[in-house]
């Protein structure tokens, strides 16, 4: 069954970078079809994707978030990482991981499934 | 930016059927995904490409998609059925996923 497992400070000073890793258990990154994927909700703004990643390091961003996210994997660790620069209050949330999933051959990623329990981020001096 | 718009509250009572709604333009041309979000869980996704449901998903939901308007209606309501709901898309011309605003469904 497939799991996935966020991790990381649940406390980040502004103007410094969060980091957070995600742990994948019952699938392969290096051999999935699937992206995966970093989706962030806060009480005013509700669900934002933050961004995608590829088992070969291609990726995808949101436009709005692209200057200060970079998401990468390690494939040897089966597990995928967000940084996210520059933090700001504004940036208080709760970060998810998620496979970036679709169905069919050569697939473009459509859905988010499943997800993880997802970590708490405070940016707090 | 392609905005989604959802209705804040939904409320039904138990048994009946309820019908939430996605509004985006031309959006029936766009592959729309549901998802459930029960108090203090992850998201969960219920319907994809507009119609389809994962396994385990009931049958009693449903989606469909037409013109400016998709919706996901779920028949006889259940209490467990109370949670919040999203829709959301791939916007292609940016290459970017969005999301709704979430629609709170109240079972009476």
């Known amino acids: 069954q497939l799991q996935l497992q966020e991790s990381g400070p649940g406390l980040v000073k502004p103007s410094e970078t969060l980091s957070l890793t995600c742990v994948v258990s019952?699938?392969?990154?290096?051999?999935?079809?699937?992206?995966w994927a970093w989706i962030r909700q806060t009480p005013g703004k509700g669900l934002e994707w933050i961004g995608s990643?590829?088992?070969?390091?291609?990726?995808f961003y949101n436009p709005s978030l692209k200057s200060r996210v970079t998401v990468s994997v390690v494939t040897s660790k089966n597990q995928f990482s967000l940084n996210l620069r520059s933090v700001t209050a504004a940036d208080t949330a709760m970060f998810y991981c998620?496979?970036?999933?679709?169905?069919?051959?050569?697939?473009?990623?459509?859905?988010?499934?499943?997800w993880g329990q997802g970590t708490r981020v405070t940016v707090s001096s | 930016s392609y905005v989604l718009t959802q209705p804040p509250s939904v409320s039904v009572a138990p048994g009946k059927t309820a019908s939430i709604t996605c509004g985006g333009d031309?959006?029936?041309?766009?592959?729309v995904h549901w998802y459930q979000q029960r108090p203090g869980q992850a998201p969960v996704l219920l319907i994809y490409?507009?119609?389809d449901r994962p396994s385990g998903i009931p049958e009693r939901v449903s989606g469909s998609n037409s013109g400016n308007t998709a919706t996901l209606t779920i028949s006889r309501v259940e209490a467990g059925d109370e949670a919040d709901y999203y829709c959301?898309?791939?916007?292609?011309?940016?290459?970017?996923?969005?999301f709704g605003g979430g629609t709170k469904l109240t079972v009476l």
């Open positions: 998620a496979r970036h999933g679709c169905s069919g051959g050569n697939c473009h990623p459509a859905w988010f499934a499943p």
């Open positions: 019952g699938d392969s990154i290096s051999t999935s079809a699937h992206y």
């Open positions: 990643v590829y088992y070969n390091g291609n990726t």
């Open positions: 031309d959006i029936d041309g766009k592959s």
């Open positions: 490409y507009d119609k």
């Open positions: 959301q898309v791939w916007v292609g011309t940016s290459d970017h996923w969005v």
